[in-house]
């Protein structure tokens, strides 16, 4: 944490020390500041919200013991839930959404706020794609209209598949 951080962090510190039967001193205060400055304020926060939270600590924790269950945080967090969900989509539908995608921005440039949308929207149509062309091939050939239309829906557009179509043919060939 920062010098300058250092208010923030004695009110979530008076916060930790109000739920449990402990009094807040001001050694106590230089005690917690000297064993966690090096721990980004962000997370000294989530590490209270833990504690104070349903499945939290039963007594007041020490410096030591934040930085432990800062460190079982970041473990949770970093762990996939599921294998297919980190995998990357490396295959040729998220290729040609990718180009679907990239065109429809060159020829109607969105604000960043829409761009998350979009791009989520991009990444499930290819995931879905994916999963049903192993079965049926021929299914590829409808991404492209109903990514489009998805983009429509989240920009408000009326862009016709037909010409992002033409656009991202040309790019292949190039």
């Avoid at 209270?48 to 460190?71: A, D, F, H, M, Y």
């Avoid at 290819?126 to 079965?135: N, P, S, W």
Wanted: glycine share 4%; charged share 25%; hydrophobic share 40%.
């Amino acid at each position: 944490m920062l010098s300058t951080e250092k208010p923030q962090f004695e009110a979530l510190l008076a916060i930790l020390f109000a739920g449990f039967p402990t009094f807040l001193t001001p050694p106590r205060v230089e005690a917690y500041w000297k064993g966690l400055s090096k721990m980004q304020l962000g997370a000294f926060e989530r590490c209270v919200e833990q504690i104070l939270g349903e499945t939290g600590e039963e007594k007041l924790p020490t410096p030591n013991r934040i930085w432990q269950i800062s460190k079982a945080m970041r473990a949770t967090q970093s762990q996939p839930n599921h294998q297919e969900d980190v995998a990357p989509i490396a295959c040729k539908y998220l290729r040609h959404a990718n180009r679907v995608l990239l065109h429809f921005l060159c020829r109607h440039p969105q604000p960043d706020a829409t761009l998350a949308a979009m791009v989520d929207a991009k990444n499930y149509w290819a995931k879905t794609y994916r999963l049903i062309c192993e079965d049926e091939p021929e299914a590829s050939r409808e991404l492209m209209p109903k990514l489009v239309l998805a983009l429509n829906e989240i920009t408000g557009l009326r862009v016709e598949p037909a010409m992002i179509q033409s656009d991202a043919r040309a790019a292949w060939r190039s």
